[in-house]
């Protein structure tokens, strides 16, 4: 079967987007996901997201990481989605979807010169958990966060590789993040679980780095102003004594192409 597909990045997080609300791509075939993932054998991308129906919503979002499984909330990919669903439903820029962790909401904030900026709700946060000097939170997926004093001469593949494959975390994976704060905003670098390298961003990674630096009492913006390798991207929140609520992610998400495949 001929599919039509979108490659989308969002801050370098890149993915393919297909529209497939007639259900006609087969979400269980792991090894096909991973081969249209696959930078030298098929499109190449950090994941694949579906756009289905979903009854009483604008749409539903099923994302599957370069593995070939499904994920957890992609922060990026939800961005990347938004601007999809913008482009599919023309007029429509604010949008109620369902992800992998519940109910999200999106919208369009404006354009730029490649693509729009978006807007995403992100799931509250309830709880940040010390792991030895550390920490680890859930963003929609789970995150490790460790403080460094130069992000940049981090190995991120291989010290972010042995913290994901290390005991506490071997079954079910984690993504580790390495935040390097600059006063008023941080840098972030991420190892992504089902990528199972770094990645050039990580939205619900740059998520989880922002609450810990403000968590934590490292800076107190809001927004936290958040650099990755990819760009720049904003992290907005309420906070109060039951966590952290009105989460809010947003940064600038791109067609960069599209085209026919054969599956």
């Given at each position: 079967?001929?599919?039509?597909?979108?490659k989308?990045?969002?801050?370098?997080?890149?993915?393919?987007l297909?529209?497939?609300r007639?259900?006609?791509?087969d979400?269980?075939n792991?090894s096909l996901?991973?081969?249209l993932?696959?930078?030298r054998?098929?499109i190449?991308a950090?994941?694949?997201?579906?756009?289905?129906?979903?009854?009483?919503?604008?749409?539903?979002?099923?994302?599957?990481?370069?593995?070939?499984?499904?994920?957890?909330?992609?922060?990026n990919?939800?961005?990347?989605?938004?601007?999809?669903?913008?482009?599919?439903?023309p007029?429509?820029?604010?949008?109620?979807?369902l992800a992998?962790?519940?109910?999200?909401?999106?919208s369009?904030?404006?354009?730029?010169?490649?693509?729009?900026?978006?807007?995403?709700?992100?799931?509250a946060?309830s709880?940040i958990?010390?792991?030895?000097?550390?920490?680890?939170?859930d963003t929609?997926?789970?995150?490790?966060?460790?403080?460094?004093?130069?992000?940049?001469t981090i190995?991120?593949a291989?010290?972010?590789?042995r913290?994901r494959?290390?005991?506490?975390?071997?079954?079910?994976?984690v993504n580790?993040?390495?935040?390097?704060?600059?006063?008023?905003?941080i840098?972030?670098?991420?190892?992504e679980?089902g990528?199972?390298?770094?990645?050039?961003?990580c939205?619900?990674?740059?998520?989880?780095s922002?609450?810990?630096?403000v968590?934590?009492?490292?800076?107190e913006?809001n927004p936290?102003?958040v650099f990755?390798?990819?760009?720049?991207?904003?992290?907005?929140f309420?906070?109060d004594?039951?966590?952290?609520?009105?989460v809010?992610l947003?940064?600038?998400?791109v067609?960069v192409f599209?085209?026919?495949?054969?599956?």
């Open positions: 079967m001929t599919f039509q597909f979108y989308y990045q969002a801050t370098g997080n890149d993915f393919i297909i529209d497939d007639e259900k006609h791509f979400a269980t792991s996901i991973r081969r993932c696959n930078r054998f098929g190449g950090d994941g694949l997201i579906l756009l289905r129906n979903e009854a009483g919503l604008d749409f539903c979002m099923l994302y599957f990481n370069a593995d070939g499984y499904e994920g957890s909330m992609c922060g990919g939800g961005r990347c989605v938004t601007a999809f669903a913008h482009r599919l439903f007029g429509k820029t604010e949008f109620t979807f992998y962790d519940g109910l999200h909401k999106s369009i904030r404006g354009t730029t010169d490649l693509g729009h900026v978006v807007q995403l709700s992100m799931q946060v709880a958990d010390a792991f030895d000097n550390d920490f680890l939170l929609g997926s789970p995150h490790y966060v460790r403080f460094v004093d130069d992000a940049a190995d991120v291989a010290e972010g590789r913290i494959n290390s005991e506490a975390f071997l079954r079910d994976g580790v993040n390495f935040v390097e704060l600059h006063g008023d905003s840098t972030v670098r991420t190892y679980r990528v199972e390298e770094e990645t050039l961003s939205g619900t990674g740059v998520t989880a922002a609450l810990v630096a968590y934590s009492e490292r800076m913006n936290v102003r990755t390798r990819g760009g720049e991207l904003n992290v907005a309420e906070r004594s039951s966590g952290y609520s009105d809010t947003t940064g600038e998400a067609c599209s085209g026919m495949i054969e599956c």
